[in-house]
């Protein structure tokens, strides 16, 4: 067992190090498996000197391993990543976990693993860019969708003014009402471009604090067409005053385009309500530092063999020319990278997706208001 161990410290992925911190100075190391040189390049002796890592740590991840430190202290075990400059000149990613031990003499003893995880952060990082070139393609393929409809009546509207004005005699006010309604649509289009304007101002992957209410009142502007021609009602209980959260806007807008076309497309396979209504309600609240988004159906509800793989990357009930199979797993993917989560269950005859997300702070309140297309 012992002589496995070594082989393992000495050839494996990473190197395992010992060190001694005090409150002055940086710390001593006092043993490193012989690999080490694998990891950076740098021979045993110089990895050694006082100072080496906190001078070669890019200058953008000292306070990483400020707080690695710190934690270190405070807890006991830590974990971080930060990039330290490899012999060759490049920089190198490291991910150190690490356990610390006091010592009667206020020292710290550390012992720790450190890996080159360069390679998995490159692959990471290309994962994550062709999430979001899948999701600014879903979403651009959403706002073409609903820029069609008023972008035909547009061009029929003209067609038949154009037709009117030609008989004889000319048809003035059948063609005075051609072009108002040219001019409504036109104004139609203009408010789905609008409400998507944060596409063109932010980078997909840029988050920053964002009014929930907000977010929800620009997406059922976009949405409105559809839920116009399919009678479909929205009711948004989104209070104003929820804590703010920390989102990237339009990837966002994507998640929340998605889930209403999901429940629109349900409607379109579902039974006919008792009632006739066909009604998705949007909630939003806070709890603790959490800020909770329902969107609710009463489309019949997510079958129980469906319901676990719902999130699955190309899993979909749809016809191969209808979905991809993309969609709710790229949204479970949004939502996790914003530090929160997405989940599904059924309830009061439907369908309940829930987003759950880090807040900003505490609220109360005032309601944003309601919409019915």
């Not at 929340?256 to 998705?280: F, R, S």
């Not at 489309?299 to 793989?309: D, R």
Request: a neutral charge; one cysteine or more; proline letters at 4%.
């Amino acid at each position: 067992m012992h002589e496995d161990l070594s082989t393992l410290a000495q050839t494996g992925p990473g190197t395992l190090y010992r060190v001694l911190m005090t409150e002055k100075g940086p710390g001593q190391i006092l043993y490193s498996s012989r690999n080490v040189k694998l990891l950076l390049g740098y021979d045993d002796a110089v990895w050694r000197a006082p100072g080496f890592v906190l001078s070669h740590i890019h200058p953008d991840d000292l306070a990483k391993n400020n707080q690695f430190v710190a934690d270190l202290r405070r807890h006991g075990t830590a974990v971080a990543e930060y990039r330290v400059l490899h012999q060759e000149g490049h920089y190198v990613w490291i991910r150190d976990t690490a356990t610390s031990k006091a010592q009667a003499d206020g020292s710290y003893l550390l012992s720790g693993f450190a890996q080159d995880v360069t390679r998995e952060k490159a692959q990471a990082a290309q994962l994550d860019q062709a999430r979001r070139l899948l999701s600014l393609g879903e979403l651009a393929s959403g706002l073409g969708h609903e820029l069609g409809q008023p972008l035909m009546a547009i061009s029929l509207a003209a067609e038949n003014g154009r037709l009117a004005l030609q008989r004889e005699p000319a048809r003035i006010e059948l063609a005075r009402n051609k072009f108002h309604q040219i001019l409504r649509m036109t104004e139609r289009a203009g408010n789905i471009i609008d409400s998507m304007r944060t596409v063109g101002r932010a980078e997909s992957g840029i988050s920053s604090w964002l009014n929930l209410s907000d977010l929800v009142a620009d997406i059922m502007g976009v949405m409105e067409d559809r839920l116009h021609r399919e009678a479909i009602h929205i009711h948004a209980d989104v209070p104003s005053t929820l804590p703010k959260v920390m989102v990237a806007p339009m990837l966002f807008q994507q998640v929340l385009i998605n889930l209403l076309a999901n429940a629109c497309d349900a409607y379109a396979k579902a039974p006919v309500h008792p009632t006739g209504e066909k009604t998705i309600r949007i909630e939003g609240h806070a709890e603790d530092n959490w800020v909770r988004l329902r969107i609710m159906d009463q489309a019949g509800g997510v079958p129980a063999a469906v319901i676990e793989h719902i999130f699955d990357p190309f899993f979909t009930t749809k016809g191969r020319d209808k979905g991809t199979g993309l969609g709710l797993s790229i949204c479970y993917g949004i939502i996790r990278q914003a530090g929160g989560t997405l989940g599904v269950h059924n309830a009061r005859g439907g369908a309940v997706f829930e987003i759950l997300l880090p807040a900003s702070g505490g609220a109360s309140g005032r309601v944003a208001g309601s919409h019915a297309a």
